[in-house]
């Protein structure tokens, strides 16, 4: 394999809990599949990691002393600097409520322990790729409005349904509409 190939494959993963051997057996199942994982013993560990990287992907425990999984998950969230970061929460015990107030809080998935490590691989590989499309789509849109605020003539793009999706300034000026 390349180096351009390793790099192009590599995604970092954030994964959180406070029991160290779920957090081995974790970084043991990720690394199989050639991430980068980040370990946290515990959410507090993880806001001080995530100061200084962005992780692809965050796993998280939902129960755990101190900072739940849910609040850390919201707190992510929060932030403009992590917002864009995919969310999955896992959790040996399901209390009522837990996967709707996950949801609530931003979370994309939900795994419940004991896990099946080849369900772990295919939901940690659909969300990375999910998230590679999305930020491939925000790349583009930015393009897009880049180069259709330089255009002097009017660019106007419809969706599926025939609605106005994109409006440049040339068209403001044509059509006398923001």
């Not at 796993?59 to 101190?66: K, T």
Request: aromatic share 4%.
């Amino acid at each position: 394999m390349s180096f351009f190939q390793q790099t192009h494959d590599c995604h970092s993963v954030l994964v959180v809990d406070d029991d160290p051997q779920l957090l081995g057996s974790l970084k043991h199942l990720l690394l199989r599949d050639h991430h980068d994982v980040f370990e946290a013993l515990g959410p507090e560990q993880a806001l001080e990691s995530l100061s200084s990287i962005t992780p692809c992907l965050a796993i998280i425990d939902v129960h755990m002393p101190g900072i739940d999984g849910i609040t850390l998950c919201r707190r992510l969230h929060d932030d403009p600097r992590t917002a864009h970061v995919p969310v999955v929460l896992m959790t040996g015990q399901v209390r009522p409520g837990d996967v709707e107030a996950g949801a609530e809080a931003g979370a994309v998935d939900f795994i419940r322990k004991p896990f099946d490590v080849e369900e772990v691989r295919m939901r940690v590989r659909t969300q990375i790729r999910l998230h590679e499309a999305l930020l491939h789509e925000r790349r583009v849109e930015k393009q897009l409005r880049v180069i259709s605020s330089a255009a002097m003539d009017a660019i106007i793009i419809l969706d599926g349904d025939g609605n106005i999706a994109h409006w440049n300034q040339a068209a403001e000026t044509m059509f006398g509409y923001p």
